[in-house]
């Protein structure tokens, strides 16, 4: 079983994941609603590596325009990412 981040980390990684482009902030907000409980260490860098790049890069991982390319492309940036564009559940009429 994959260690869960512990608060102050998860803390520290909901700063880092501020964006100023309001799409991306909506993707990690959702993320972290659903999410903030059992986000692992593992899952914590994969989110990490995608904070690194700039917001326009970001949003077209997010909005499938592109997939992770070179030192992205590993395993813990792909789970993320797919946690990332899972989309809202719909509400019943």
Known sequence: ???RLD???LSRLRWRCRRGLLENDL?????FRRHEETI???QAAGLS???DLPDNDLLDL???RKEPEGELDRPDVHEVL???RMPSPTRPS
Request: net charge neutral.
């Open 82 to 84: 797919a946690l990332l």
């Open 62 to 64: 997010l909005l499938c």
């Open 40 to 42: 692992t260490t593992r």
């Open 7 to 9: 608060e102050r980390s």
């Open 1 to 3: 079983m994959e260690a």
């Open 27 to 31: 993707f990690v907000e959702r993320f």
């Open 49 to 51: 590596a995608l904070m």
